[in-house]
């Protein structure tokens, strides 16, 4: 009985701050756009307003709370479509925190999008973490939204939360790329190794037709050189390095190939 009395006092507080913000926000919009709050407002508005009197005099003050918030939306997003811009007291607080969180949703579609992306060309990337941290984001967005207007101070905690944990997964999703560029990196090494493999056997046949490829054979030592550098730089996290150092292997290779194929058709030594 107790904590029903202390619940039914909370949300009478909530329902009673919830209408002062609204009247306040109501009487600024008018104010604004030279209307009476709130009979000269559109219909739906004073129908929800009226809602929530009506909820608040019956002593229902949870959903007189929530009616409140409702009425508070409308009357926002009725100001800003008609231009009505607010640059102090609780209609500029709001509307501040409504971009807020509107640009801290986009940042969510933003890295889902990328998300998306990664598991389109890897299934089994592990993006969980991301994931948990963009829910836990929208999580708190959505309470910022409830908070409004009866709470500010605390919405804007909320929101500021909501940020750290999208900085948060955007540093992780960070990690999970990098993660599949070294892989990817590993995976390319792996190949370059075995056409290392495969061009020294070509060198060796070539010997043994009394073709001069000791230039080449020079050529593939730097090319097993630069295989070393890019694991390392690999194992460093210098991604973009080993990518480099791939390119430049490749064309060793490249070269490697084409002095050998005009060494058997008789032309010019490899060097």
């Avoid at 990337?125 to 939204?145: H, I, M, Q, Y």
């Avoid at 020294?200 to 080449?216: F, T």
């Amino acid at each position: 009985m107790v904590y029903a009395q202390n619940q039914d006092e909370k949300f009478k507080k909530i329902a009673e701050q919830a209408k002062e913000k609204v009247d306040e926000l109501g009487a600024l919009t008018g104010e604004a756009l030279d209307i009476t709050w709130p009979t000269e407002f559109p219909d739906d508005i004073k129908t929800a307003y009226n809602d929530a009197e009506n909820d608040l005099a019956a002593g229902d003050y949870k959903e007189a709370m929530k009616a409140y918030r409702e009425v508070f939306k409308m009357l926002n997003i009725y100001a800003e479509a008609r231009g009505a811009v607010f640059e102090s007291g609780v209609g500029g607080e709001a509307q501040g925190l409504f971009v807020a969180i509107d640009r801290a949703k986009e940042r969510i579609a933003r890295i889902r999008d990328v998300i998306a992306s990664i598991l389109a060309d890897n299934p089994d990337a592990d993006v969980s973490a991301v994931e948990d941290l963009l829910d836990e984001a929208e999580g708190l967005l959505g309470e910022a939204e409830g908070l409004i207007p009866s709470d500010i101070p605390t919405a804007a905690s909320k929101i500021e939360e909501a940020n750290e944990k999208i900085s948060e997964a955007f540093a992780a999703l960070k990690e999970v790329a990098s993660w599949l560029n070294s892989w990817r990196v590993e995976s390319f090494l792996m190949g370059i190794r075995k056409s290392v493999e495969r061009t020294r056997e070509l060198l060796e046949r070539a010997e043994k037709q009394e073709l001069d490829v000791s230039a080449l054979m020079d050529k593939l030592q730097d090319v097993e050189a630069l295989i070393d550098k890019a694991g390392n730089l690999r194992k460093a996290g210098d991604i973009k390095g080993a990518i480099e150092t791939l390119k430049d292997i490749r064309e060793i290779l490249r070269d490697i190939h084409q002095e050998l194929a005009k060494l058997r058709k008789g032309g010019h030594g490899g060097g």
